[in-house]
């Protein structure tokens, strides 16, 4: 049994751990013909990159991917492309402290009671690392679907207790995301989260947040009842990335506190645009199926587990201890979670489209 795959028609494969040698990703099922370079895929890893602002990690890695097949005279030819990312700046010394430990909010207990043994290097196989290889194999996903039109935009809309509300999320340009190191389209909101994460950091803490994502120009009829909806793909998809502990789709738990007739979404249709509905509550979707509507969804990220505080735990002989965390970590998440959102809701759509098109067209 495996669980380092994703998708069935665009498929890809994960390897690597967080200072190891690099993260690798095979994508298969991509379709030829599609041009693609490193700048294709550069343009989103630097969007992930840490170090990349001061509310960031200080970990330097450039990030740069080597294509290593797949891809000839800068076009897709069909076959499997195979992508490398190196680690330049591992320090594994930063955790040789925790190598009987466990920190509190991560994977390593459950690594050690699940194998017997476990990489305590920053995690492994479990740590935000291995994220690189789903953004490197999101660029290609969004240069498919870009050729039917079909554009995915993340930002933050929640920092603690700091709420951005979008009336059109669907409007938001990712020129608008990428104007404050925050990555939050509303400018006077995001500075105070930028204070916000400022404030924790000093306190040797962190803090969590929201990130919606929104797809826009989805054709109808996208997913496969009843389970391999598209809702249910979309889930999976999101809830995969470690540090995620709630998705919403739409209304989300919103559609707790309404009456149907507050909730339903009215149709209509122009000769212009076709059917459409009013409202969006549903977030793209009905029974599993894209709409029409752009798809709506909101990940619910924790705050950073590695923390400078110093914390009770236990190590692998039962015994009481306490532990700080070192190394460089991020006080923050989300303004690097946004590519790897973005990134996850492109591979879903892109399985999506191809199973579409081979079943109904």
């Known amino acids: 049994m ?3 795959s994703l998708g069935q028609l665009f498929k890809i494969t994960t390897a690597g751990e967080s200072h190891g040698p690099g993260n690798v990703v095979i994508v298969d099922g991509c379709p030829p013909g599609i041009e693609l370079d490193m700048s294709d895929l550069q343009r989103d890893l630097d969007r992930r990159k840490p ?16 294509i290593l097949s797949g891809v000839f005279d800068g076009k897709t030819t069909g076959t499997a492309i195979a992508i490398l990312i ?69 930002y933050v809309s929640r920092i603690g207790s700091i709420h951005s509300e979008i009336a059109q999320p669907e409007k938001i340009t990712h020129d608008m ?4 190191i925050v990555r939050c389209p ?4 995001a500075e105070e989260m930028i204070q916000l994460i400022d404030q924790v950091r000093r306190e040797k803490d962190s803090i969590g947040g929201t990130c919606t994502l929104v797809a826009s120009n989805v054709p109808t009829g996208l997913g496969e009842p009843v389970f391999d909806r598209l809702k249910a793909d979309l889930a999976k ?35 212009e645009s076709g059917i459409q509905t009013m409202t969006n509550h549903h977030g793209g979707m009905l029974g599993g199926i894209s709409s029409g509507m752009p798809i709506i ?6 705050p950073t587990s590695s923390i400078a505080k110093e914390q009770k735990t236990v190590d692998i002989n039962g015994e009481n201890r306490t532990l700080s965390t070192k190394g460089r970590h991020d006080p923050c998440l989300l303004p690097r979670f946004v590519p790897v959102g973005e990134a996850m809701i492109l591979l879903c759509l892109a399985d999506h489209l191809l199973r579409w098109k081979a079943q109904c067209q």
């Open 2 to 4: 495996s669980g380092n």
């Open 51 to 66: 170090g990349q602002s001061r509310i960031t990690t200080q970990r330097k890695e450039d990030d740069q991917p080597q």
């Open 86 to 154: 190196p680690n330049l700046d591992q320090r594994p010394r930063d955790y040789s402290e925790i190598a009987n430990q466990f920190r509190p909010g991560h994977a390593d207990y459950t690594y050690w009671a699940k194998y017997g043994f476990r990489d305590y290097r920053g995690g492994g196989r479990a740590s935000a690392r291995e994220t690189v290889s789903r953004v490197a194999a999101g660029a290609i996903a969004r240069k498919l679907l870009a050729k039917h039109g079909i554009n995915v935009v993340g």
């Open 177 to 180: 995301v990428e104007s404050n």
């Open 186 to 189: 509303d400018h006077k909101k």
């Open 237 to 271: 998809a999101i809830m995969s990335i470690p540090a995620v502990t709630a998705f919403e789709v739409g209304s989300g738990t919103g559609a707790a506190g309404m009456k149907g007739s507050e909730h339903n979404d009215l149709f209509f249709s122009t000769p």
């Open 297 to 302: 969804i909101k990940a619910t990220v924790k």
